[in-house]
Nanobody
Framework: QVQLVESGGGLVQAGGSLRLSCAAS????????MGWFRQALGKEREFVAS?????????YYADSVKGRFTISRDNAKNTVYLQMNSLKPEDTAVYYC????????????????WGQGTQVTVSS
């Protein structure tokens, strides 16, 4: 229902930073919980971060990115961001933005709308 387009990926050195953007259209994201997931080559898709649409906008992070990544939303711009700092080679993956109307969701199966993904490559 809501269309999502990621951008901001690229090649960066270990220790560097990137900010991913997820632009939504078709629906406002103000009533959607938004999430970021990633999938490395040959690996399963995994949860990265999410932010609720209600309940104070609680955020959730995978242990592997806590303290380094920050998810945020700008409802006026209908955009969600993922600020990634202190990047590591193991962060290399295709990053996907997703949306759900549920709260506190971290499992991919609960997200019904997905973007095409943006490649993030972190070199040693």
């Amino acid at each position: 229902q809501v269309q999502l387009v990621e951008s901001g990926g690229g090649l960066v050195q270990a220790g560097g930073s990137l900010r991913l953007s997820c632009a939504a259209s078709g629906r406002t994201i103000s009533r959607y919980t938004m999430g970021w997931f990633r999938q490395a080559l040959g690996k399963e898709r995994e949860f990265v971060a999410s932010i609720n649409w209600s309940g104070g906008g609680s955020t959730y992070y995978a242990d592997s990115v806590k303290g380094r990544f920050t998810i945020s939303r700008d409802n006026a711009k209908n955009t969600v961001y993922l600020q990634m700092n202190s990047l590591k080679p193991e962060d290399t993956a295709v990053y996907y933005c997703a949306a759900t109307k549920g709260l506190g969701q971290i499992a991919a199966r609960f997200f019904g709308s997905w973007g095409q993904g943006t490649q993030v490559t972190v070199s040693s």
